[in-house]
């Protein structure tokens, strides 16, 4: 987390929402809970945040080929690479729920060289050269093809892009933690 306060405010009044902020926080709403910090934001511009929530869903769902787990090293790494402690705080969480253990959230932060699978290790590599170069090297895809169909790693470059854009927009438009959060030291970079 890189600023202390939000250069763009999340909405918090519900009564002073536009039609248009209402309907596209309606996408982003779980059972029983107010919307979180990045969606309040993004509903600055809904129409934006209608969009997001459309290809969001995608890498989200079943649609995207790569079983949970996968999907979640990828956001993790990617998220770590990117600095971007708001999504490592909520990705973690998830990642755990789809079967990454405490020890493999450290290790996501070592790389792919902290005694992963070959398959782990060539998603991970795969996040490192996207962040790098936005590209994934010969030698890297030919290790994600070992473990991987055309279309899961079509999917890991869409994972990773999007949650490059992610860590982006939360990094920059200062989006805080939500309530009960605890920011992970190693991404706190607050000055």
Known sequence: MHLTAPRIAPLIDADTFTPEQRAALAGATFPGR??????????????????????????????????????????????????SGYEWVQHVEIGKRAGITDAEIDALKKGAGANWSAADAALIRACDDLHARQFVSNETWSALKAHFTDKQCMDVVFTCGQYTQVSMMLNSFGVQLDEGQTLDPDLDLRG
């Open 34 to 83: 107010a919307p979180l910090n990045i969606f309040r934001t993004l509903a600055r511009a809904p129409e934006a945040l209608t969009g997001f929530l459309g290809w969001g869903s995608y890498v989200l769902s079943k649609k995207n080929d790569l079983p949970a787990r996968e999907r979640e090293i990828v956001i993790l790494r990617t998220g770590y690479n990117c600095r």
